[in-house]
């Protein structure tokens, strides 16, 4: 009789940990993936192969999380000494698998990033 009432309760509660636990993840690895590509549009040598290797360090770091749809916002400013790259990310998470929790399917999450130019990327080269 007492199993009867505390299995569903138990597996509710074991759902949420699920749930909870690949929430943390998937921003985890969002806010790696936007750290990541923050880092190396900082250390490229120009502004047009920075948002190239952004982008590529990126997708390679959100491929490794349960992660859909997932944006890279880049702004680099004037890329020049003592300047900062700042980076903003957008993703989305299914949970459909948990719809019997008081979760939405699907979670929108963001992440934001900023790294700051490495000084020998920006210096004018010699004439």
């Given at each position: ?10 597996a509710l ?85 948990a719809s ?14 900023a790294a ?12």
């Amino acid at each position: 009789m007492e199993l009867a009432l505390c299995a569903p309760i138990v597996a509710l509660l074991a759902m949420g940990a699920a749930a909870a636990a690949q929430v943390a993840d998937a921003r985890a690895g969002l806010d790696a993936a936007t750290q990541a590509a923050a880092a190396a549009a900082a250390r490229a040598p120009d502004p047009s192969s920075a948002r190239v290797e952004a982008q590529a360090q990126f997708d390679e770091v959100v491929a490794a999380y349960p992660l859909n749809g997932c944006t890279l916002r880049l702004d680099l400013g004037t890329f020049g000494r003592n300047g900062a790259v700042h980076a903003a990310s957008s993703g989305s998470l299914d949970l459909a698998w948990a719809s019997l929790l008081p979760f939405p399917t699907q979670l929108d999450l963001e992440a934001r990033a900023a790294a700051h130019l490495e000084p020998y990327r920006t210096r004018a080269s010699a004439p």
